[in-house]
């Protein structure tokens, strides 16, 4: 199951093949609702985070002891069942998503999984779910609309606490971050790493792996 579905996590222009084919050769395998998660991915051309990023996701929550994740964009929750097993049974994360099919399809995966308790859906736009939020976040994941993308960090980081993480998906956007004449989607995320990078309360590093990753902590 690790291994089966190592080409469909390539994001082509970023790294070689053959070191994301190694990179995914040597991950251990996941359990068995994961792996059925990314079968689905695969064959549906679901987008998730997959294996690779969900265990930086993981770890992050782990080495910042998070307990509270505001997740914008889910679709089947995949990337919210690594952040409920790290957040551990204390531990809350809220799920968003556009598309209540998916919230369905989420809810019996995190079921399955015994995180459901951990675990609060919510559907509609991202963005106004954030904001109606009175509390803030030990971390902020971002994996919606990339258009939206520098929307979601200007109303994001007064919801995120001090210390905490604001991390997003698809940083580098398959490469065509480096390309001219870049589309919207690309200028939009463009102008949020830019955000980023230049936002003095924020120290903000960009890992190459997969379609990228952005890790910023708020300082």
Do not use: H
């Not at 792996?35 to 930086?56: D, F, H, K, T």
Request: proline share 4%; hydrophobic share 40%.
């Amino acid at each position: 199951m690790a291994n089966s579905n190592n080409a469909y996590w390539r994001m082509g222009g970023i790294t070689v093949n053959a070191v994301e084919d190694y990179v995914y050769s040597i991950l251990p395998p996941r359990d068995e609702v994961l792996a059925e998660m990314e079968n689905e991915a695969a064959s549906n051309n679901v987008p998730i985070v997959g294996p690779a990023v969900g265990r930086l996701l993981y770890q992050l929550a782990v080495i910042s002891k998070a307990k509270y994740v505001f997740e914008m964009g889910s679709a089947i929750g995949y990337s919210t069942i690594w952040w409920a097993q790290a957040v551990g049974s204390d531990g809350r994360v809220f799920y968003t998503d556009g598309d209540p099919k998916n919230a369905d399809r989420a809810r019996k995966y995190f079921q399955r999984a015994g995180v459901s308790d951990r675990i609060v859906v919510k559907t509609g736009d991202a963005l106004e779910l954030l904001s109606e939020e009175k509390q803030q976040f030990d971390i902020i994941f971002c994996d919606i609309d990339k258009s939206d993308y520098p929307r979601a960090l200007r109303l994001g980081l007064p919801k995120l606490k001090r210390g905490g993480l604001f991390v997003a998906d698809n940083a580098l956007w398959s490469g065509k971050v480096a390309q001219k004449n870049p589309d919207k989607e690309t200028e939009a995320i463009l102008e949020f790493n830019r955000m980023l990078y230049e936002t003095k309360d924020l120290f903000t590093t960009v890992l190459p792996i997969r379609d990228g990753v952005a890790v910023a902590v708020k300082k």
